[in-house]
């Protein structure tokens, strides 16, 4: 298939554009096309001369004209008679231009971002077939001019000819009515482009009604009525203006036409619907050869966006003028400055404050209002203004007059649609006064630290709160007993310090030292670490000159020690007591069981033909008998102690027996985990066998706490008791020791029985199922080996024993291992 070769010419300043233009011609597969290109105006019409292109893409900006007066001289220039048609092309839409363009010889009109390689296509096609059907046109009027020509000349020569010449007329006549068709082809294309533009053109009568002899179809999408309608007169062509313009626009039009010039106006219409839009209309007065008016031709186009996009910026006008005066009388002291730190804007506060007038601080920089001292600081709060787009920030400033007040900053960052700093406003408020007050307060402060400095000596915590509960003053006492340093305390709530336990008795506390003056009482409290202090709390309320209450003053005595060690001591003598009870019972019910597991076992012996059912009467006899004698050995266990067999031993061992066990004979409900550490244990001097039986114990409870299943962790690492941890917990010693865990996530032990559950004889579990001597048992133990047993639980969640035993030192353990 041979391509039809058509010369474009692309004029555009812009190199990427002409590569796009190029790269979407070389896509048409049906043509093919010789391209040429240019920069300039100047450099498109050299080209023209030279070359001869077929159509023209224009760039409606170019570095050396517009589109316009291209045009302007492309008809000046005559190069509309070679066929040569120009295409606009243009970075946005105006229709203004369009039609400017359109009526100054444009063959059509384009927006870039719109340009596809089919719309160019179509473009180019459209061109193509325009030329073509001038070309024709112009081919038959010629061809017609010669034919006419021969015709006198062979009727005059040669009527001989009469035959042929009239077969040479059909022939022309054919040809005639070909250019006839092109014509009407042509001006179908330019009615089609007429209803492709962003409006509707009209040829009307120059009266009242504008009876409209032509409108294009583009008047439907303005106005809502149809185009038959108007041109048909089933309605009035300018009923459609709103009834308040009517008028001034009919005189406006006459006026032109008087004066025989074009008019253009600005009005509003009523759409069908009852929308009211904003359109622009230009047109003019179409004269005959005698001077008369015959008709008005013109363009519409619906500027209703434009109006809008008007009255909203004259609105920001008006806000921008009514936000400057407020801004203007604000009491907060306000400026702008632009990004080299200049000041743009003013008002008065802002002047009035460091001396100056609005005017006279305008292209000042801001250096000069801050004090020489500060400025480095005040530079470091822009450089974070820049980077998080605000900042606050207290400085002393500078006035007019050299004398230094104190100020406080709050400076946004403004920036342009493309990111990019314009400068910031800066907001000052005068805090002199505030500064005053701080360092009054700040003196009045240091005299209370002055004279609170003689009370760290005490070895009470003693600490002043103000009355919204913040923390003024903090003792040596006081960071000692609840772990709080004194940077971490001032000025913080001691709500946010000390969780108390019994915050409902600290409230009444509190509401009685300001009704009264003064209260005192114990108080249980929570340190830092989270253990729990029990303190003997002394508060009195601290007055002004003027008699007002402004502080508490509280002094608290550290009675944990003494309530631990009372606590032990009741319950040593109740342990006393039920071990020497238990050991005469134990004694008593031992000599009883004696014989009858004595007889027991002899009266099958003497007695050889006792029947089945009476054998196992025996055995069930003996069987109780035994274990009510194993009972009776756990008792004299508890109550006098067991001679320990202590050795060196390392626990990871007796740990995985114990994990071997349990899982073999616990139910599969129940999950198993062991942790011993990535570290290798210490080791301990122990007898294996009773530590042995105080692990089985703890794994059997953990096991009757979950019936329905659950998970049991046994666990064991080593640990360093510190001297807090000491204090706190009584029964440990300074040292290293290993800390095995059983964890169950069973039921949970509640509070009222957690005191209780190491007591002898004391169980949980049903009769028949549980003696009571179990935990205490293993607690014995435990503190014949200089350890101790602490229990955490909480309800529904489970439970956690923790048996502490003394580690010995690294070299016992590496001189055990080499010898084991």
């Known amino acids: 298939m041979n391509l039809t070769t058509q010369t474009v010419l692309l004029v555009d300043d812009c190199l990427e554009d002409r590569i796009t233009y190029r790269r979407y011609l070389s ?4 043509h093919s096309y010789r391209i040429l290109e240019a920069e300039t105006g100047q450099e498109a019409f050299l080209l023209c001369r030279q070359e001869f292109p077929d159509v023209i893409l224009l760039d409606y900006l170019l570095p050396d004209m517009d589109g316009l007066e291209f045009l302007g001289k492309f008809k000046k220039n005559q190069f509309e008679q070679a066929n040569l048609s120009v295409v606009i092309l243009t970075g946005q839409r105006d229709e203004k231009i369009a039609v400017e363009a359109m009526k100054n010889g444009a063959a059509e009109y384009l927006v870039k971002k719109n340009l596809t390689p089919e719309s160019l296509r179509v473009v180019l096609k459209n061109v193509r077939e325009k030329q073509a059907a001038l070309n024709a046109q112009k081919q038959a009027e010629e061809t017609l001019q010669f034919y006419a020509a021969e015709l006198e000349i062979k009727v005059q020569e040669r009527t001989a000819e009469l035959v042929q010449a009239n077969l040479q007329l059909q022939q022309e006549i054919k040809e005639r009515q070909q250019a006839e068709a092109a014509v009407q082809e042509s001006e179908r294309r330019l009615s089609t482009l007429i209803n492709s533009l962003p409006g509707y053109v009209y040829r009307a009568t120059n009266d009242r009604n504008y009876t409209p002899e032509f409108i294009s179809q583009g008047v439907f999408a303005i106005t809502e009525y149809k185009q038959e309608d108007l041109v048909e007169r089933t309605i009035s062509c300018r009923q459609d203006i709103h009834p308040d313009d009517a008028n001034w626009v009919w005189d406006k039009i006459q006026q032109a036409i008087a004066n025989r010039q074009p008019y253009e106006c600005e009005y509003r219409i009523i759409t069908k619907s009852g929308t009211q839009k904003w359109v622009w209309e230009r047109g003019q007065g179409i004269y005959t050869e005698d001077g008369e008016l015959e008709f008005l031709e013109g363009f519409v186009t619906d500027i209703s966006e434009q109006q809008a996009a008007l009255r909203e910026r004259k609105s920001a006008e008006i806000g921008l003028r009514e936000m400057s005066a407020v801004l203007s009388n604000a009491v907060e002291g306000i400026s702008q400055l632009d990004s080299q730190g200049r000041y743009l804007m003013v008002n008065q506060a802002y002047a009035s404050a460091v001396g100056y007038q609005p005017e006279e601080m305008l292209g000042m920089e801001w250096q000069r209002t801050v004090h020489p001292e500060d400025i480095e600081m005040v530079t470091a709060a822009y450089q974070q203004m ?3 787009g605000k900042v606050e920030v207290e400085a002393r400033g500078i006035r007019q007059d050299g004398s230094i007040f104190y100020k406080q900053l709050n400076m946004i960052a403004v920036y342009n649609e493309q990111r990019q700093l314009t400068g910031h406003y800066c907001f000052m408020k005068d805090i002199s006064e505030r500064q005053a007050a701080l360092r009054e307060r700040k003196s009045a402060e240091q005299k209370i630290r002055e004279q609170a400095a003689l009370l760290d000596i005490a070895s009470d915590a003693i600490y002043v709160r103000d009355l919204e509960h913040r923390i003024l003053f903090w003792n040596s006492g006081a960071e000692r007993l609840y772990g709080w340093t004194v940077a971490e305390t001032v000025g913080r709530k001691t709500s946010e310090l000390m969780c108390h336990r019994s915050s409902f008795e600290i409230q009444e506390a509190i509401k ?7 209260w005192q009482g114990e108080l249980q409290k929570l340190t830092k670490s989270g253990n729990e202090a029990i303190v003997s709390s002394r508060m009195t309320l601290v007055r002004d000159e003027a008699g007002q209450a402004k502080s508490i003053l509280t002094v608290d005595t ?22 020497t009870l238990a050991s005469g019972i134990a004694h008593d019910i031992n000599n009883i069981l004696t014989p009858i597991i004595g007889f027991a076992q002899l009266l099958p012996l003497q007695l050889p033909n006792l029947d089945a059912r009476n054998r196992q009467m025996l055995e069930i006899i003996t069987d109780n008998a035994k274990r009510g004698a194993e009972l009776v050995k756990q008792i004299l266990l508890f109550a006098q102690g067991k001679p320990e067999q202590r050795v060196v031993i390392q626990l990871k061992n007796l740990l995985k027996e114990i994990e071997h066990i349990v899982k073999e004979t616990f139910p599969n409900s129940i999950e198993i985990f062991s942790d011993q550490g990535t570290s290798e244990l210490w080791t301990i001097s122990a007898d294996p066998t009773q530590i042995y039986q105080v692990l089985i114990n703890l794994c059997v409870n953990a096991r009757d ?34 800390v095995i865990t059983v964890s169950d996530t069973g039921c949970g032990v509640p509070k009222e029985i957690k005191e209780r559950i190491f007591e002898p004889f004391f169980t949980t579990k049903g009769s028949g199922k549980g003696t009571g001597l179990g935990l205490s048992t293993a607690l014995g133990i435990v503190k014949n080996h200089d350890g101790f047993v602490n229990l955490k639980s909480e309800i529904g969640k489970g439970s956690q024993f923790q048996v502490c035993l003394p580690a010995i030192d690294t070299k016992t353990t590496q001189e055990n291992s080499v010898s084991k």
């Not at 009685?512 to 003064?518: F, P, Q, R």
């Not at 550290?558 to 071990?579: P, V």
């Open 512 to 518: 009685t030292v300001l009704e009264v003056g003064s």
């Open 705 to 738: 706490a979950m019936p329905d299943g659950g998970t049991l962790t046994i666990a064991a690492e080593n640990q360093f008791f510190d001297r807090n941890y000491v204090r706190m917990n009584l029964e440990a010693k300074i040292g290293n020791y290993v």
């Open 27 to 30: 896509q048409d597969r049906h």
């Open 558 to 579: 550290d009675i944990t020690e003494k309530k631990q060690i009372e606590a032990q001591f009741y319950r040593a003598q109740r342990l006393e007591s039920l071990g």
């Open 386 to 388: 820049l980077r998080a």
